[in-house]
């Protein structure tokens, strides 16, 4: 029932003004992805899951450290922490591409009744804005489903990891990608705040959103602990990603 309220809630809030989260059936490891990466971390995973007309959907979102920057913490509950700033990865890291410390990552999954992820809506909400609770109208969007059906392949698994600072997600955007709108045209990673990321699968024909996760991650100044580690060297020990 609670999931059920969250659910309702958050479409009349994508027909309004204000996205609820977290929202979620599950929060935990999810094994069978990684992210569309090497090493992304899947221990910490918000999970939503439906039976739709005989399709099993399940959508998941996660936010995680870059390469070998300081780990990414959560609350068990939805509420990511992550570090401002930039760099090639942290200690360690290979990259010549500047990023923000932390990515988003996310997995769509769909199963049965004869459908792929081309017979459903899958959009994919993410946020520059560092306001708490920003207005749907502001977030940026990529049409999953668009991105596949240009693919021209059924598929019936869409993942994938973002990293805001990248220029893919700014302008000038792909055809599947509606920047966010308003005062903020691009994402500021030293900036502090609260950014939102949703998935909304929707039915095609009755436009109904049929399942919803959604996470947030708040964004926080490094503490001078853990710069003297840095400068140190030290180099933390689980896998990262390779981009």
């Not at 890291?93 to 049965?112: M, N």
């Not at 005062?183 to 959103?209: C, K």
Request: proline residues 7%; glycine residues 12%; without cysteine.
């Amino acid at each position: 029932m609670y999931k059920q309220f969250l659910t309702i809630f958050a479409a009349m809030a994508l027909s309004t003004q204000v996205l609820a989260t977290p929202i979620f059936d599950t929060f935990g490891p999810l094994p069978e992805t990684e992210f569309g990466g090497d090493g992304i971390p899947n221990d910490a995973v918000a999970i939503g899951t439906q039976l739709f007309d005989g399709t099993s959907i399940t959508a998941a979102l996660t936010a995680h450290e870059r390469f070998f920057n300081p780990d990414v913490e959560n609350d068990g509950a939805g509420t990511f922490t992550a570090l401002t700033g930039t760099n090639t990865g942290g200690p360690g890291s290979t990259s010549s591409t500047v990023g923000a410390l932390w990515s988003f990552g996310y997995f769509i999954k769909v199963e049965g009744g004869g459908r792929t992820i081309q017979d459903l809506q899958f959009d994919l909400y993410y946020d520059f804005d560092p306001a708490s609770d920003t207005a749907i109208a502001d977030l940026g969007v990529i049409d999953i489903t668009a991105g596949v059906l240009l693919g021209g392949v059924p598929i019936s698994v869409a993942e994938g990891s973002q990293n805001l600072f990248f220029s893919f997600l700014g302008t000038p955007a792909p055809p599947v990608l509606t920047p966010p709108s308003g005062s903020v045209p691009s994402f500021d990673p030293n900036a502090e705040g609260e950014y939102t990321f949703a998935i909304v699968a929707s039915d095609p024909i009755s436009g109904f959103a049929v399942e919803i996760v959604a996470i947030d991650v708040q964004v926080v100044p490094e503490p001078t602990s853990l710069a003297l580690l840095g400068l140190g060297g030290l180099l933390f020990t689980r896998r990262r990603r390779n981009r």
